[in-house]
Structure formats: C-alpha cells, structure tokens
C-alpha cells in the first residue's frame, strides 16, 4: 500500500525516501507486530458530558457560594474552550425572569478568536 502511494505520489523523491522511511520506522520500533492484525475496530469513545451527579459531587467540594454557583454556571452554559477567561461582566445579561435571571452573549468576533 505504501509502495502504491510512493508510485502515484507527485511528491519530491527526497520526501518520497523520508516517508518511506518514517513508515518503516514505526512498524520497525512498534511495541507488537502488526503484520499479522486484521481486524482493526474504532474503540467507543468516553462520554465527556457530566452527569449531575458529576456537578453535585463536584459543587459539595466546594466551599464558598461564589465557586458553588460558578459550577452550575458553568455547566449549563455553552461556550468554547478558552471562551471562559475571556468572559466580561458585559456578557452577561439579564432575562427578567425567575428560573433563569441571566444568559450570556458573546459577539461571534470574540467567541471564534478574531482571527487568531
């Protein structure tokens, strides 16, 4: 398979020889051999969204109110990594109303980085 890469390929022969050889490598240095594997499966991947009680184990951690209501803030708001320091006190507005009394709105310029 690699050979028919290489043979196709319209890459330089310099890159051509250190692919080559980059490949060689790895199955050369491989903890197992994997001349022999077959049958490759995608292993399931780990659910990463907490649970509540993953929030509620959590905010019992805590100590003070401030870092409790920061949880439950944070873990029912979507944003994006690095999104969090970023945060003003102009982000958050008020809704009025009694269950949920503030929401956040971030300018799309800000919240996709402005280009960096």
């Known amino acids: 398979m690699l050979e028919r890469f290489l043979s196709t390929s319209t890459a330089l022969s310099t890159a051509k020889n250190g692919i080559r050889t980059s490949v060689i490598s790895f199955y050369k240095h491989n903890r197992r051999p994997l001349v022999n594997v077959t049958d490759v499966s995608t ?3 780990k ?3 907490p ?6 184990d959590l905010e019992n ?3 003070a109110f401030r870092d409790k ?3 439950w803030f944070i873990t029912s708001s979507p944003f994006r990594l690095g999104t969090i320091t970023t945060l003003n006190w ?3 507005k008020a809704t009025n109303d009694e269950k949920v009394p503030y929401f956040l709105e971030i300018g799309s310029k800000r919240l996709k980085g402005a280009g960096v």
Do not use: M, V
């Open 51 to 56: 649970k509540i009680k993953d929030i509620l």
């Open 90 to 92: 102009k982000d958050l």
């Open 47 to 49: 659910k990463r969204c």
């Open 69 to 71: 209501c920061l949880c």
């Open 61 to 63: 951690a805590f100590t």
């Open 43 to 45: 292993p399931e991947s």
